[in-house]
Structure formats: structure tokens, C-alpha cells
């Protein structure tokens, strides 16, 4: 815009010098000429006036003094006089234009250009009273003379010029633009420019508050958006359609190693399984798949999102299912477990009733062998009423409402309920501590109490003992089951409480276990937000506690 301004400027400047310097030598010529033509006149005249009175040496006498040329011609052309050339070897005058006029109205006159157009020859001529023609002439500059003969003048002038009007356009530009180069753009009504450029920044005034508050409305959108994706557990990762990697929200970033969350889509991860999902979606098609990662599974949905006529963007979600799918694990663990549970006693009770069905049993062992169909049918009974407690913890709880329940009391029925059982182990099994209580299901902590005191007995050594102690520890609530017997090996410890585990198998079944017994306590523990607590040691004995959250 500069560089246009500053043009326009100095062309102007320029034109219009030149303009102005060319009419002016115009003028001036003109003015010349017409001053000349008068000179001529009034010599004309005077000679004229002065050739009446005298005769033709007077016209000679005037000749040889006079600066101008003279020309005396005949009515019919012939020149007669002429104080500059020999009038003899002159050609007839009688065509040219002035003297032709003259002797046609009185005057005539005329001038013509020298062949180098460099001079001018202007001619009066008279009609005197006796039918000759008076020619005056003289010699001046034409204006091309004069311009050449001023040319190295007209140059210098000519360069001045073009430095002036360089210098005023120069000038010119910087105070026009001064203004506009200084504009402040980011309040543009402060600006005290031209009116002219008013509206134009009351319309920039404009636009820039719209910017402002759509920014703001982005910023806030993206605030959001982060906010939201930070607070997500699920991954997400957007891909462009070049596969490079535009957002990655603070779950993926966690999960992954640090800045591999940039560039593209496989500087995150190599995993064959990401990879095709990833690809697919980027190729238009929408994918899912399954992925390990630090022990953990995840699984991948990968979405397409088409971009105008660019290719596949991609959206990826990446969700922890490692939970779930050991649940998904442990039902059919479970299902095959009870299968094969269930089958055990059965068998059992199927090979007796068929030995007695085929009458190989003696009458008097009859007695023995449906005694110890009972005990098989007891234990499927129990197994059966143990996996239906389980299954009801495990879907969310037993119904039950919750109520005050005195635990001391609890632990006295408890003890009463296995006396019988005790005294057969010949294990003495005592109750003691404060009577406490807790908010929960009667039936299921009477179960739990129960479950870990028939293992203290079952698991104990003859003349061992049992001790059930309640209480409250730093204002929470627990319950103590503390015995003398076997003990579980540090490895078994936690794995005691998975669903059919038992340390030893044989010794389990001849107690009567189901391999469910912990498993119950553990899930009725989780419904009353208690905590287990389990010390043991081979030999010595074991001690477990639930502690109940804080009154
Ligand atoms: P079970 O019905 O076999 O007793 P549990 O779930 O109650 O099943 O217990 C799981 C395993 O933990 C038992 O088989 C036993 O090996 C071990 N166990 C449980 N309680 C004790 C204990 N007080 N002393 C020693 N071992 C125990």
C-alpha cells in the first residue's frame, strides 16, 4: 500500500509539473510571437510612411541600418529591393502567402519554420499606394529552438522536479498513513484516525467482540470437554484421518508410557490387537477387540468418523474390564466346580443304594450303609444350602433388613449350636469380651460367626480350644475367632477364602466342608463394610477378626 501511495503520488506531482512547465513554455512562445508580429507591423508601417516621402535610396539608406530584412516587391512579384540578398537572383514573390494577401487586401503576413524546425522567420507585408508590397521579416527561436537551446537547463530542472516530487510524495505518504499504520487494531474506537475509517472500525469494534465471546465460548466448551475426559476411568484417543494422534485424555495417559501420547497413532502402543482396531476405524469401519496390558484387560471400541471427502477419522475407547472379566472367569470356574462337587456325594449315595439294592449287604449292615447315605445326603444339603447363601450374597445381598445386632449374644449362640460338635473334637470352646453391636443381618453374621468357629473346631487338635471374642477397638466393633489348631501356611492364607479352596482336601471332606465356608464370610463381610483380619501360623493355631466399621 506504501509503495502504491507513494506511486500515485509522485506520478501526480510528476504529470503535473511537466504539465504546468509545458504550457507555460506554450504561453510564453505565443506571448513571443504575437509581440513579434506587432513589432513587424508597426516597422512596416513606419517605413512605409517613410517611403512616401522619399524615394528609393531613402529605402536603402534604411535598409543598410536596419536589423530586420526588408523586402520592396513589385505588383507582380518581381522583388525589387532587399537589403539581405541580391534582388536580381530572387525568385517572384508573387505566390507567397503574405505577399500575396497583401496585394490582395493591403496586409498579409505569415511565418514558416527553417528546415531544422529550429528557427522562425515571421513576414509582414504592405501594400503600398503605388501597387508594391513592403515586406518586413525577422528571424527568432521556434519553441523546439528555444526548448534545445535550454536542454541541458531543462534537464537539470526536469531532475530537480522528479527529486521534489519524490521528497513531497515521499512526505505525503508517511502523514496519510501514519494514522492507519498506527491503528490499534485491538481497540479499534480509541483510534483517533480519519471519519472515513470509521465505519470500518466500528465494524472491526465489532467482529472483534464477536471473536472475543466466541472464544471464550470455545475455551469454555474445551474446559468442559477436558474436564469431563479427565474425570473419565474409560480412555479416550481422537485420531485424524493421517492416524496422528489429536487428543488423548488423562486415563490413556496414565495407562501408556509418558509422551507416547503424540504423533502417531502407533508411537502409543504395538499391540497387534490396538493396531487392527485402530486401522479399521481409520479405514471407515468400526471395530472392537480385547487387549492385555501390566496384567490388566481392556477392551477396544473404535469408532470411524468421516471427514469431507479426507479420509476416516478415528474415535477410540479403551475400558478396564480386567474385573469383570475375572468374574465372567470365576462363574465358570464356579459352575464347574459345583458340578463336580454335587457329583461326589451323589456317586456315593448312588454306589450304596445300588450294593444294597442288589442284596449284597447283610442285614445287619444295612443300618451302617443307609447311615451313611444320610451323611452323603447331609453333606449335598449343605453344600446346596451353602451355594445358595453364596449366590445370594453375591447378587447384591440377602434382603434382609439391617437391625441392631448384639454380637456377644451372637457368639453364645454360636457356641451353644456347637457344643455338641466341640466335645466330639474334644475341643473346649469358650465365649468372651464386652457385649457390642453392630447394624447388620442377624441371619448372615450368625453364618459367618458360625463358619469360622466350625472351622476352628473342625481344624483344631484334640484338647485344643476356641475362643470367640467380641468387643471394641478404637471405637469399632469386632468379633474374634481365635484357635489352637493346624493353622494355614502363609501361601494359603489368602487363597483360603477363593470358592472350593482347601488347603487339604481329605481332611476338609472328613470334616465335612464344602470349600464354601470362608467364601461366606468373606462376601458377608463386604456387606457390612467390615474388615478380615487373619493371622496364623502352622502348628500354633489361627486367629481371625472382623472388624465392623465405627459406630
Ligand atoms: P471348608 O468347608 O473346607 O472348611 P472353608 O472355606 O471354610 O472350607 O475353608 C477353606 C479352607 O481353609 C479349609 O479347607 C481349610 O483347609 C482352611 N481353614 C479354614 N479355617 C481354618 C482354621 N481355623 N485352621 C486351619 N485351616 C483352616
Sequence with gaps: MRKRVFGSIFLTALITLL?????????????LSQDMRGRLANECSYIATALQDGDRQELERIGRVYADRITLIGADGTVLYDNESD????????????????????????????????EQTYYYALRLGNGMVLRVSSVANSALGALSTASPWIVLIVLVALLVAALLASWLTHVFLEPIVSLDLHAPLKN?????LSPLLHRMDKQNRKIKSQLNELERRQAEFDDITARMDEGLVLFSAQG????????????FPKDSAVGSYMTLCRDPEYIRVVEGALGGKSEHGRMEKDGRVYSLTASSVTEDGQGHAAVLFLVDITERDQAERQRQEFTANV???????????????????NGIVRPEDIGRFAGKIRTEAHRLLTLIEDIIRLSQLDEGGDPAPFEAVELAALCGTVRDRLQHKAAEHKVTLSVAGAPVTVSGQRRTLEQMIFNLADNAIAYNKPDGSVRLETGEEHGAPFVRVADTGIGIA???????FERFYRVDKSHSKMTGGTGLGLSIVKHGAALHHAEIEMQSALDEGTTITLRFPKI
Design 19 to 31: 504539465l504546468t512547465a509545458s504550457m507555460l513554455l506554450i504561453a510564453v512562445h505565443s506571448g
Design 87 to 118: 534582388a536580381d537572383e530572387m525568385e517572384n514573390h508573387a505566390a507567397r502567402p503574405e505577399v500575396a494577401a497583401a496585394l490582395e487586401k493591403g496586409v498579409g503576413e505569415s511565418s514558416r519554420l527553417s528546415s531544422t524546425l529550429s
Design 192 to 196: 483517533d484516525a480519519y471519519d472515513e
Design 244 to 255: 496422528d494422534i489429536l487428543f488423548a485424555n488423562r486415563a490413556v495417559c496414565a495407562l
Design 339 to 357: 458340578s463336580h462337587e454335587l457329583k461326589t456325594p451323589l456317586t456315593s449315595i448312588m454306589g450304596f443304594a445300588e450294593i444294597m439294592e
Design 490 to 496: 502363609p501361601a494359603d492364607q489368602q487363597r483360603v
